[in-house]
């Protein structure tokens, strides 16, 4: 926000200290998540955060959630019977 000295730039993104506030969006690369991620792209930008969609195959995607390589992810999943998500942490 403004008050955090996040300000909108020329381009709308908003800046701090020369530094657009931007993040990676990572998800697999299917029609729904694609059309899902744009939604959320679009909403972001509309406060001034850059999201950069990186839609990626679902093999691709295991290895970026393996290393925890991601700003942000969207990903369903199925935990079964044990509800701890550990390994997204």
């Given at each position: 926000s403004d008050l955090a000295g996040w300000v909108p730039?020329?381009?709308g993104i908003r800046e701090k200290a020369g530094?657009?506030?931007t993040f990676g969006l990572y998800s697999q690369s299917t029609s729904e998540y694609a059309?899902?991620?744009q939604?959320?792209?679009s909403?972001?930008?509309?406060?001034g955060v850059k999201v950069e969609v990186l839609?990626?195959?679902d093999s691709d995607l295991q290895t970026t959630v393996t290393y925890h390589n991601y700003d942000a992810l969207l990903?369903?999943?199925s935990l079964g019977p044990d509800?701890?998500?550990y390994a997204y942490w």
């Open positions: 730039g020329k381009d530094k657009q506030l059309y899902v991620t939604k959320l792209q909403d972001w930008e509309k406060i839609l990626q195959p990903y369903g999943i509800p701890d998500a």
